[in-house]
Each structure stands twice: as structure tokens, then as C-alpha cells.
T-cell receptor
């Protein structure tokens, strides 16, 4: 079955430091890739998405992500973290209509909680 | 502004009781989704609907029911058959169904057992 893995449950970084959140997925077909952010008690907000083309995509709030097919990864990065970036981050993957079971659904990772220390 | 409205924000259920969570969107989206979120488990799909009067079970549909009588509305009923309903429930929508569609989320309903 298709799966999405976010290996880090919690990450703590200092304000101003760089950030990388990891995401790996199963299955060989080219996926549709998303990163979402969730503040406590709220819904999810889309940060960025990748479908095809340039493997480095830019999103909102200064975030970017890079698709690496050889590693089945879509890691999220930010050069300089701000205290307001503290939240939970979710990677989500879709595998397209030719995948019967998951043709219309996104599979979400378990999330990574980001803490920012001043 | 367009968006998704979930109500109530907090809901309490007694044993043996059915409760209904509301989800309304004014984005003119065709597809709508219900997810359950538990700590450390990410989001799990309960039901989804790609068009009015049609819906499909997701990964954890047992103990839940939905309807899609209007494009704007996709209510979720948590029945007494759901033995562990305590969770955060999120409603989402997208322009069309399909795994290449970004989903827009409401602010959630937190359901607890009395």
C-alpha cells in the first residue's frame, strides 16, 4: 500500500537557523506532492505543491521544497526560521487516477511538530 | 471571503448518541472530504464526495455516515457505532475530485465523549 513517511516527530530549531523537514513516499509512479502547515486548533494551509517540471518549488512564507525521484523524497526547507513558523507540518501525496485504490485520495504523513527557540 | 465553515468548534457526545458535524463551503468546489485527526497519526480519510448526491467511503468509514444533498454542504454524522469518536475532525474541499487537487480546509471540530 502507498505510504508517506515523515521520520521526525518533533524538530527544534533556533530562530534564524535553517530548517529541513523530511518526507519520503512509497510507490514508483510520479506522485503529486504537497506540504501543508497547521497551527494548533486550526485547519491545514497549503504551503506548496509539486506536479511536474522544475524539481525545486517555491511556496508561501519563504518555504521551498525539492523533489528527488531517486530518493522518493520531497523535503521542505526554509533558510531562516521565524518564531511564527512554529506549527505542525504535513506532507501529502497523491498517485493519480491510474492508481485504482488511491486514484482520488491524498495520503498524509503523520506530521512533524516544529518548535522554534529564541 | 470564500472558505469552509465547520460548526460547532467543540462538541460533546453522550454514550449511544449520534451527533452531526456541519461543513459548509462557498468556494463553489465540487469535491468535499472528511478527515479524522488523532495525535501522531496524521489525517485519515473518512468519506469523500466528488459531486452532489454521490460519496465514497474512505479508509475509516465504519461508524460514520454522510450526505451530499447540496454542493455547499457535506455534513458528517458520528453514530453510536463509532466506539472511539474522540478526535479532531477536519472538512476539506477541492475544485474537483482527484489526487492532484489542492485541498482547502476548515478550522475543525473537536469531538469529545461525556
Amino acid at each position: 500500500a502507498q505510504s508517506v513517511t515523515q521520520p521526525d516527530i518533533h524538530i527544534t530549531v533556533s530562530e534564524g537557523a535553517s530548517l529541513e523537514l523530511r518526507c519520503n513516499y512509497s510507490y514508483g509512479a510520479t506522485p503529486y506532492l504537497f506540504w501543508y502547515v497547521q497551527s494548533p486548533g486550526q485547519g491545514l494551509q497549503l504551503l506548496l505543491k509539486y506536479f511536474s517540471g522544475d524539481t525545486l518549488v517555491q511556496g508561501i512564507k519563504g518555504f521551498e521544497a525539492e523533489f528527488k525521484r531517486s530518493q522518493s523524497s520531497f523535503n521542505l526547507r526554509k533558510p531562516s526560521v521565524h518564531w511564527s513558523d512554529a506549527a505542525e507540518y504535513f506532507c501529502a501525496v497523491g498517485w493519480g487516477r491510474d492508481t485504482m485504490e488511491y486514484g482520488n485520495k491524498l495520503v498524509f504523513g503523520a506530521g512533524t511538530i516544529l518548535r522554534v527557540k529564541s | 471571503d470564500g472558505g469552509i465553515t465547520q460548526s460547532p468548534k467543540y462538541l460533546f457526545r453522550k454514550e449511544g448518541q449520534n451527533v452531526t458535524l456541519s461543513c459548509e463551503q462557498n468556494l463553489n468546489h465540487d469535491a468535499m472530504y472528511w478527515y479524522r485527526q488523532d495525535p501522531g497519526q496524521g489525517l485519515r480519510l473518512i468519506y469523500y464526495s466528488q459531486i452532489v448526491n454521490d460519496f465514497q467511503k474512505g479508509d475509516i468509514a465504519e461508524g460514520y455516515s454522510v450526505s451530499r444533498e447540496k454542493k455547499e454542504s457535506f455534513p458528517l454524522t458520528v453514530t453510536s457505532a463509532q466506539k472511539n469518536p474522540t478526535a479532531f475532525y477536519l472538512c476539506a474541499s477541492s475544485i474537483q475530485g482527484g489526487s492532484n487537487q489542492p485541498q482547502h480546509f476548515g478550522d475543525g471540530t473537536r469531538l469529545s465523549i461525556l
